[in-house]
């Protein structure tokens, strides 16, 4: 799926689940808290703190493989813009598992595909903490969340302006990931120095 079909997704299931989504405030960063709830109902309020991004645009979608490849299970969020440092999305509890994050930061140029942010770089377990330096090491990262089923999951990103290959040389992307490494799915993809990059809504499994 390409950039308009993501949208369209976004567009049909928003207003067919009929979801609502919203800022919160007063959020501890780095914390993942909440009550636990049915794993059937109700939505988690996935809360995404993002220092040094005015002006992104974020999207979550989900996408879980079944028992027929050829019908994943797919889902995705409106757009959204982050305001104050944080952006946040009512999530329903079971489309939690393949979730993923998709930045449009205002920076980028001609890359050819959006910005995932990543939940896991090869090498590393979670709950450990990534920095920039380490992250721009890396060139195997998945971008699928393991899923949860709290009412609330605060999640920060980090995210930088950095050089990547582009469509036609080199221009100005991002580098996107959590913090915290944390519980994820399959599968690896090959990343260009910690930059997680998708033309397609990747099947998590």
């Known amino acids: 799926m390409r950039r308009s079909t993501l949208a369209t997704l976004a567009t049909l299931t928003t207003v067919t689940a009929g979801l609502t989504a919203g800022l919160t405030s007063g959020v501890a960063a780095g914390t993942q808290a909440g009550s636990r709830s049915d794993p059937q109902a109700g939505t988690t309020r996935v809360v995404l703190p993002m220092d040094d991004c005015r002006g992104c645009r974020v999207q979550v ?38 979730m993923q994050v998709v930045v449009r930061a205002p920076w ?25 330096d380490v992250a721009r090491t890396k060139n195997r990262a998945s971008g699928c969340f393991e899923g949860t089923s709290r009412d609330k999951v605060t999640l920060p990103v980090v995210v930088r302006r950095v050089q990547v290959p582009g469509v036609h040389g080199p221009v100005a992307g991002t580098l996107a990931h959590l913090e915290t490494t944390t519980p994820w799915l399959s599968p690896m993809r090959r990343a260009h120095e910690g930059v997680l990059g998708s033309q397609d809504v990747t099947v998590c499994r």
């Not at 050829?70 to 489309?95: C, I, M, N, Q, T």
């Open 108 to 132: 980028e140029g001609h890359t050819g595909y959006d910005t995932s942010v990543v939940f896991r770089y090869a090498g590393l377990g979670a709950g450990e903490r990534v920095d920039t």
């Open 61 to 98: 979608y989900s996408g879980l493989a079944t028992d027929d490849p050829a019908e994943p299970r797919l889902w995705a969020s409106l757009e959204k813009r982050v305001r104050d440092g944080r952006v946040a999305f009512a999530v329903p509890h079971s489309r939690t598992p393949g």
